[in-house]
């Protein structure tokens, strides 16, 4: 009889678990404001005029950024205002990417809003028909919402074909941030202009001890990072009116040799293998006096509890081979699209209107981000809490900018990690034939690739 | 009806499982072999066009496929080789321990049980030439420091050595299991005869464990060719492509380029690799048992 008992048990147990496990979701972190009523679909009871999606729930597939902890952190007031429940799942920036590969390939009807890259995903997602056309929407929030209120450039890049796919979030530049007590030890209180005095200051640091620059050297990850020294150089990845890759050119040789130097010669004995988070924690620990990286990060080397140099960071534009060829990137990193299998695209629609909302965008500059709105950037309150040396280079830089910082085409990610390749060549001390070569053989990699593109 | 059930009850009773092995194991395999004939892109528009071969001959002119079917086979046969002579030289000493032998067991076996994805990240912490454990050791003995993962050179090895820490045990594990197994007869045999400790392991002990350590590691060996959290957690194949193995390519094309039809094309292509490991094993099960009875 015991024995009986205690299978019958063991056995509801193991049907228990089993149930649960079945009934498992995905995401790496999932957050409700508040209860869910109903998961995809239609709008149920509970809806009213001015509630007319109410009892939706809206899933949002982020990266981590300070405008996604800015509207977390506000949701409810959305929530209460629409009956609308929006749940966040946040990954990693390449696991964010294969997501929505693998939701949007089997139809998408798992998503709703997603977050990409448009540099390297805009092309990709809009030809393989993963994002909502969001012409029609826009026109309806008319004036109020302002889309013309986006810079140029940022629409530009968040549109195909003149029809808008994504609304511009986050833009980030390159620049350098550097430790003004270690520069001003060796008697420099900013960051030289060209390249030849930028390697004279990583001397003097380095004969004073330190290590002179962070730099991304992990291949994928390094393209972007490199994009400002190779614009420095008058080179760049495709001509985009001609459509002719430029990898094999004279430009894009130096600039690979300069920036393996520059890693090799410059930074700690890990930048193989470096990434933002890397550099960041280098510059943060005091590792090294210098980081070029993007300016989105700034926030962290601030951190009075988690940063040693808190108190002393200067701000520089990235330097060129003249002081006029200095062209950093400035970029729309993230933005906000429709997935175009979503069942709840107007429910959609009415969270990423809210999220991208003059208002909202104002608050998540103020939080740490930077924006892509004129008008937030025109508000003084928008920057009170950045600091001034940053606004100063910020400014310098879009004026100078380049608005990609990696191949612009629809294969970018192929052509990103064959890129990457010859970056690490380059840091590893290839001989100039050598890297040439293989120059060659990337350039003619990609031409394959922008060519089957254009005959589509 | 009752007679029809009596007659067939063995197959009906193997029914739920055969239905579950097609809809869950010939089904994908069949839709992953008619995609790698397509040069499909994941596009929801798209049609699924049908190429024949053309996916696995580019493959085959490919310079990037043969070094990473390379560094998988070597990776593999590199690994396991020294996990099984470490395996077996620990197996052999916890056998020797007559006290507190659950607790020196648990000990040896929590690399294995430890998510590698989590071993990834935190040998990848102790691998950092800067701030990492590994270098400080070095320096503190007065021996030069390496770049481990920051290099192209020394990332390989500093792969297979991690694989080393975290599998060595499973070996451990069913060697062990095959030691607790044999008798004491012919040891005592052994011992009358003269028979010293080396003689014993080398004439009697491993060879009456040589069918448990030949299956521990072509076990070990299928595992080790499939290797990807490890990879993708410490050096996502890099720096460059010089850590990538046929796991992390087929990855890449998959989901970092979508080229779905390329991926599956590489996939069926290691399907076949694993399969002959697969088939060798239970080739030399049977031979073992042959020999063996």
Known sequence: ?456 | MKRWVNKHIQHIFMAPTIIFVLALVTFPIVYTIRISMSTWTMGTAEAIDFVGLRNYVEFLKDERFWNAFGRTISYTLIAVGVEMVLGVAIALLISKIKKRTNIVRTVFLLPMVATPVAVGILWKLMYDPTIGVFNMILSALGLPTSSWLSSSDSVFSSLIIMDIWEWTPMIMLMVFAGISGLGDDMFESAKVDGANERQTIFKITLPLLAPTILMAVLLRMIDALKTFDQIYSTTSGGPGYSSENLNILSYRYAFEYFYMGKACALLMIFFLVVLAFALLYLVAKKWIERRYQ
């Open chain 1, 1 to 456: 009889m015991k024995k009986r008992m205690f299978s019958a048990i063991l056995c509801v147990i193991m049907v228990v678990t089993m149930m649960s496990g079945c009934g498992s979701s995905g995401g790496t972190e999932t957050t409700k404001g508040t209860e869910g009523t109903t998961t995809g679909g239609d709008t149920t009871q509970g809806s009213s005029d001015d509630k007319p999606y109410a009892g939706t729930t809206v899933s949002v597939l982020c990266a981590s950024t300070p405008y996604i902890e800015t509207l977390r952190v506000n949701i409810s007031e959305f929530e209460e205002a629409t009956g609308i429940t929006v749940e966040f799942d946040q990954y990693e920036n390449e696991q964010l990417s294969n997501q929505i590969a693998v939701n949007a390939a089997a139809g998408g009807t798992e998503l709703d809003v997603v977050l990409y890259r448009p540099i390297q995903e805009n092309l990709s997602f809009i030809s393989k028909g993963w994002l909502e056309n969001l012409d029609s929407y826009i026109e309806t929030a008319g004036d109020e919402y302002d889309y013309m209120d986006y810079t140029d450039s940022a629409r530009e890049i968040t549109s195909k074909d003149g029809s808008a796919y994504g609304i511009p979030l986050v833009t980030e530049r390159g620049i350098i941030q550097y430790n003004t007590e270690m520069l001003a030890e060796v008697g420099y209180d900013s960051i030289p202009e060209t390249y030849d005095e930028f390697v004279e200051l990583c001397e003097k640091l380095k004969e004073a001890g330190y290590t002179p620059i962070g730099l991304r050297g992990e291949g994928n990850a390094a393209v972007t990072q490199f994009s400002s020294f190779l614009y420095g150089f008058g080179g760049d990845f495709i001509d985009l009116e001609t459509g002719k890759a430029l990898i094999n050119t004279d430009e894009f040789v130096e600039a690979l040799q300069f920036y393996g130097m520059l890693c090799a010669e410059y930074s700690p004995d890990g930048v193989l293998n470096a990434g933002w988070e890397e550099t960041s924690n280098w510059f943060t620990q005091e590792q090294v006096a210098m980081r070029a990286d993007c300016d989105s990060q700034y926030s962290y080397a601030l951190d009075e509890n988690n940063s040693l140099v808190y108190d002393k960071v200067g701000y520089g534009v990235i330097p060129g081979e003249t002081a006029d060829s200095r062209s950093p990137f400035s970029i729309v990193a993230w933005s906000m699209g429709i997935s175009s299998g979503s069942k709840n695209k107007e429910a959609s629609w009415e969270f990423i209107k809210w999220a991208t909302s003059k208002e909202m965008d104002l608050l998540a500059q103020q939080e740490g981000n930077f924006s892509a709105r004129n008008s937030t950037w025109a508000d003084e309150s928008s920057t009170e809490n950045v600091p001034a040396g940053l606004i100063e280079v910020i400014e310098t830089s879009n004026a100078i900018a380049v608005p990609y910082d990696r191949p612009y085409m629809q294969n970018s990610a192929e052509a990103r990690t064959a890129i990457g390749e010859l970056i690490t060549k380059a840091i590893e001390g290839a001989a100039e034939d050598e890297l040439r070569a293989t120059c060659e053989d990337v350039n003619t990699t990609v031409q394959t690739l922008l060519d089957s593109e254009n005959a589509q």
